[in-house]
């Protein structure tokens, strides 16, 4: 169903000049825009669709899974725990052969970068009766597991956790209770371990959230014929299903379509499609957002996919003006804070992101990183509290960004360093394959010749 890149793209000439150890994005001349690209697969479906796959007794096939170091991450572990898996590689069908259970791993649980990879697996390994210790980088150590720890030892597992709230933490499973819990965040990656622990452990689970996350979790359980209902304020899920073996076309990934549509936004012409992207209703917040900064974009639903619905986005240059986000609105767009605040450093006036607080435990402090960033390119960028102020600038950017490792960073000011008069260094433009392999060559491929 989702077809390889179309060759609709011309990619653009002396765009990009690379020097070491970063990347400088430098570009004197107008730019425009075109094409109808793809992006990689979503990645919190991959993490889901290889986790369950992994449970689910047989062979499952995962086409259109992203191939990124994150869903590396979830590979390598699931191997540990005695899954089978094809090699992730782009453009192949993910190979899963899966048992009721997982077995003991020999060595530590490496996680990598990925924060969902470590909270998922908490979930499903509170239910199963051995210890298993779960470390990640260094980045993924600092972030807290106390949000799911807690819960998961409400329901009976054991966890023995260093002194600081994060990895490594030893975790023994066993028989596990239902489980009715307040979440102090709105976090799917919370909900989603304990209603992976009520998959496992056979137990319901009811949450209260504060405000809704993305709900790839509960889409998947009902395929499987769980009775999980979600309504204002939480999720009632009861285990009345099984994981059987599947087959899933995994969509591409709205979080990295973004940085295609918003190098639309800041170009001074055309626009660009992206095809066969998700666009879950829970994931697609920022189209509002982006609509309200000024830039035109359209969507058109293609179909469904394992309950999950995509199509395709379109986005055009546009001239944008400030706007506020307030607090409720940032679960919706919490991946998407970088490049909405980046674009907001080219909107007229100053906009405000009320309520960041989840950005500082993402894979970097990334409310402090947008910040300095922002200040180092010649942006007027302010914390206050939670708060982000960004007052836009019609000046070409310059300066050197610090990604601190993050791939969001990364990648969204790689985008604004791509407008015309601009020159911004990022320095570890490397870290995108975090998420979104083969980044700064889809980035140079949205430009037509003569950029
Ligand atoms: C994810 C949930 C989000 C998001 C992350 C992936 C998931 O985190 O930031 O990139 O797949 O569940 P929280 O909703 O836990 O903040």
Known sequence: MFRAPE???????????????????????RTTVAGTHRVPGDKSITHRALLLAALAPGRSSLRGALTAEDARSTARVLRQLGAELSPLRPGATVE???????????ARVDCGNSGTTARLLLGLLAAHRFSSVLTGDASLRRRPMRRVTEPLTTMGARVVQASHDGLPLTITGGRLRPLEWRLPVASAQLKSALLLAGVVGGVPVTLHEPAASRDHTERMLRHFGFDVESRVGGVIFKPTGRLAPFEIDIPGDPSSAIFLLASAALADAGTIIVAGVGINPSRIGYLATLVRLGVAVAVSPGGNTFGEPFGALTATASSMHAIDVPADEVPGVIDEI????????????????FGLAELRVKESDRLALLAANLRAVGVDASIDGDDLTVTGTAKPLRGRVITGGDHRIAMAFAVLGSQSGSRIDVDNPACAAVSFPGFAATLAGLFTAGN
């Open 96 to 106: 899963v052969t899966g048992h009721r259970r997982f077995t003991q791993p020999r």
């Open 7 to 29: 060759k609709d793209t011309i990619p653009a000439p002396d765009f990009t000049r690379r020097t070491r150890p970063g990347v400088v994005l430098a570009r004197s001349r």
């Open 338 to 353: 970088p490049m909405l605040a980046c674009l907001a450093a080219r909107a007229r006036g100053t906009s405000r992101f």
